[in-house]
């Protein structure tokens, strides 16, 4: 017999506590489905409508723990198992892992600014040692054809290959807002100039210059090899224990190789939110 609760539910998952009747104890991890578009009296926190867009995500980030696992000592929850196909019996791809026990970081951290100094100790090292692990691409990790095997899959497509070279990375980032370059090139042909535009129009034509400038900058740009980088460490996804030593780092869904330009540890994530405030950190 099993017994199960409820841990936390967020904009894309739900975490449920399952308890075996031998005491231990794992957390099942599930993306939930959104709701028909139909169904609008009421709140939803979010979910996904493509059953395989997002049986990948949790491919790649039970692809990337394992390697974490493997290569490093950063502390991840192991993994149990998981299921990712539509007929699994629950409705959404899943994974299965261990209990850390522990608390995120918020909570301490919140009680106790002057653990900083000892977090920063701890985190630098780890966010490193992640970067130590490095691919020739640019993209997610995701099990390989072979067994024991990894390949690369581009962010957007998750079928597609990872990019070869940082210039790649970057204009596919910038095509992403191609409606406000069109938009941008339609005021150009126009006659508008700056004077005379209004706010809407300055802003889109601002990012357009941007845009431009950035893929001159951008030619001849780095080939790899490309660090890995999880790219969500923020207070929510450190767990710790009571003296504020580091359990486990969660949450590898957007996690992923990049050029070094735009790699960030995000330590302002973990020691700057809007309400903490310490004098002499700087």
Same mark, same amino acid.
Request: glycine share 8%.
């Given at each position: 017999?099993?017994?199960?609760?409820?841990? +936390?539910?967020?904009?894309?998952?739900?975490?449920? &506590?399952?308890?075996?009747?031998? @005491?231990?104890?794992?957390?099942?991890?599930?993306?939930?489905?959104?709701?028909?578009? =139909?169904?609008?009296?009421?709140?939803?926190?979010?979910?996904? /409508?493509?059953?395989?867009?997002?049986? &990948?995500?949790?491919?790649?980030?039970?692809?990337?723990?394992? $390697?974490?696992?493997?290569?490093?000592?950063?502390?991840?929850?192991?993994?149990?198992?998981?299921?990712?196909?539509? +007929?699994?019996?629950?409705?959404?791809? #899943?994974?299965?892992?261990?209990?850390?026990? @522990?608390?995120?970081?918020?909570?301490?951290? /919140?009680?106790?600014?002057?653990?900083?100094?000892?977090?920063?100790?701890?985190?630098?090292?780890?966010?490193?040692?992640?970067?130590?692990?490095?691919?020739?691409?640019?993209?997610?990790?995701?099990?390989?054809?072979?067994?024991?095997?990894?390949?690369?899959?581009?962010?957007?497509?998750?079928?597609?290959? =990872?990019?070869? +070279?940082? =210039?790649?990375?970057?204009?596919?980032?910038?095509?992403?807002?191609?409606?406000?370059?069109?938009?941008?090139?339609?005021?150009?042909?126009?006659?508008?100039?700056? /004077?005379?535009?209004?706010?809407?129009?300055?802003?889109?034509?601002? &990012?357009?210059?941007?845009?431009?400038?950035?893929?001159? $900058?951008?030619?001849?740009?780095?080939?790899?090899?490309?660090?890995?980088?999880?790219?969500?460490?923020?207070?929510?996804?450190?767990?710790?224990?009571?003296? #504020?030593?580091?359990?486990?780092?969660?949450?590898?869904?957007?996690?992923?190789? /990049?050029?070094?330009?735009?790699?960030?540890?995000?330590?302002?994530?973990?020691?700057?939110?809007?309400?903490?405030?310490?004098?002499? $950190?700087?």
């Amino acid at each position: 017999m099993l017994q199960e609760e409820i841990v +936390n539910a967020g904009g894309q998952h739900v975490i449920l &506590k399952i308890r075996f009747v031998d @005491g231990v104890v794992w957390l099942a991890r599930i993306r939930f489905p959104q709701c028909p578009a =139909s169904v609008v009296d009421h709140d939803c926190v979010g979910g996904f /409508r493509d059953y395989a867009t997002e049986a &990948k995500i949790m491919e790649c980030e039970i692809a990337t723990m394992q $390697l974490i696992a493997s290569k490093t000592q950063v502390p991840v929850p192991r993994g149990f198992g998981y299921d990712l196909g539509p +007929n699994n019996g629950i409705g959404s791809p #899943c994974m299965f892992m261990e209990m850390v026990e @522990g608390e995120t970081l918020e909570n301490p951290i /919140r009680k106790r600014g002057n653990q900083v100094r000892h977090l920063l100790d701890q985190m630098v090292p780890l966010a490193f040692e992640i970067s130590t692990i490095k691919f020739d691409g640019i993209g997610r990790v995701q099990f390989g054809k072979l067994p024991n095997t990894l390949d690369l899959v581009s962010y957007n497509e998750l079928s597609a290959p =990872s990019f070869d +070279n940082a =210039s790649q990375y970057l204009e596919n980032r910038l095509d992403c807002s191609r409606a406000s370059t069109e938009l941008s090139e339609m005021l150009d042909r126009s006659g508008h100039g700056w /004077r005379e535009a209004d706010v809407r129009q300055k802003q889109i034509m601002a &990012k357009s210059i941007y845009q431009r400038a950035t893929r001159q $900058l951008t030619k001849g740009a780095q080939r790899g090899p490309f660090l890995l980088q999880h790219m969500d460490i923020n207070q929510q996804n450190v767990i710790v224990d009571s003296a #504020c030593n580091v359990l486990a780092i969660i949450d590898w869904e957007h996690s992923g190789t /990049r050029p070094y330009k735009v790699v960030d540890i995000y330590s302002s994530k973990l020691f700057r939110q809007s309400w903490q405030c310490w004098e002499g $950190l700087d």
